[in-house]
């Protein structure tokens, strides 16, 4: 099973950048998918969530109205859509695929690797 995340890079405070998680070797369509962060110094946190069919979706409180979670399970791949970027949100991001419905990174099986989300001020 491996999960990859891409997209991430630096971009300036206000500016967007879309995520992409590519997943092999599951059924993707079975999982409910996570994007997670962690920034320097700091635990891994929650920052969204979308239903293995794409219809519930599930956003941490700092990023409300900013992120947009997606899939398209013919791709096998899940997105995030960050807008309006603050440098508050730069970390590493990573995805996770799950079979339940969780805000907790210890429910979530398979990670990818991680990409850099680096927001300048």
């Known amino acids: 099973v491996q999960l990859q995340a891409s997209g991430g890079g630096l971009v300036q405070a206000g500016g967007s950048l879309g995520l992409s998680c590519a997943a092999s070797?599951?059924?993707?369509?079975?999982?409910?998918v996570g994007w997670f962060r962690q920034a320097p110094g700091k635990e891994r946190e929650f920052v969204a969530g979308?239903?293995?069919?794409?219809?519930?979706?599930n956003y941490a409180d700092f990023v409300k109205g900013r992120f947009t979670i997606s899939r398209d399970n013919s791709k096998n791949t899940g997105y995030l859509q960050m807008n309006s970027l603050k440098p508050e949100d730069t970390g590493v991001y990573y995805c996770?695929?799950?079979?339940?419905?969780?805000?907790?990174?210890?429910?979530?099986?398979?990670w990818g690797q991680g990409t850099q989300v680096t927001v300048s001020s």
């Open positions: 979308i239903s293995w069919n794409g219809e519930r979706t």
């Open positions: 070797g599951l059924t993707f369509s079975n999982y409910n």
């Open positions: 996770a695929a799950d079979g339940g419905w969780s805000t907790r990174e210890d429910d979530y099986y398979y």
